[in-house]
């Protein structure tokens, strides 16, 4: 009888035990894979991450010459018809995404728990420009023509590369990462992580001339 009640004891501690096994099988099963992570955020395709709306003013003004030479001296007189101004208010619409057409398994590292989403490099792009034509100042003399509508597309054209030129005093890559990581974070997540063992970055730090190559302008 004893040796009956042992063979029992034994045949339960050994039920117990691949039970568990099984359990921890299943666990592990249900784990997030890499395949499976990289796939969701595959699905994200473009993410916009950070829209700017900037407010320049151009200004340009100009004075009437008389150019030319005598006995070989050049020289350069303005003419008494006065000078004309121009402030040009430019409205534009700045956005920035990234990109995850190519992302793929060498963007995320992992180490045990912990997750390092490497982003794809961020874009710029330039929407939208546009004159507010309520707002524009001209200070024409008597003698002087009003500036002509090429005048003005051409300053238009020098508010927009004004804004182009401002892009990397704006720290923009770090608005992008936060905002990217915001969306992120919360998808890994529901994977089964927790949020504090994932961090998202980029691949560098963009330098100012860098963060230019990056801007694309929608024409």
Known sequence: MELFNRKILIFALLTALFSACGEGDDAKSEEPQLPDIVMQIQQQARLYS???RLHKIITQDDTKQLQGSILSQKYKLDLPLGKRSIAVPIEATVKAYVDFADFDKENVKRSGEK???ILPDPQFEITSTRVNHDEVKQFIPLLRSNFSDAELTALAQAGRAAVANDLPRLNLTESARQNAARTLIPLISAMGFDESQIT????KKFSP???SRLLLIDN
Do not use: K, L
């Not at 998202?200 to 691949?203: D, E, G, K, L, S």
């Open 50 to 52: 950070t829209e700017y």
């Open 115 to 117: 997750i390092e989403i």
């Open 200 to 203: 998202v970055t980029f691949r």
């Open 209 to 211: 001339n860098e963060i």
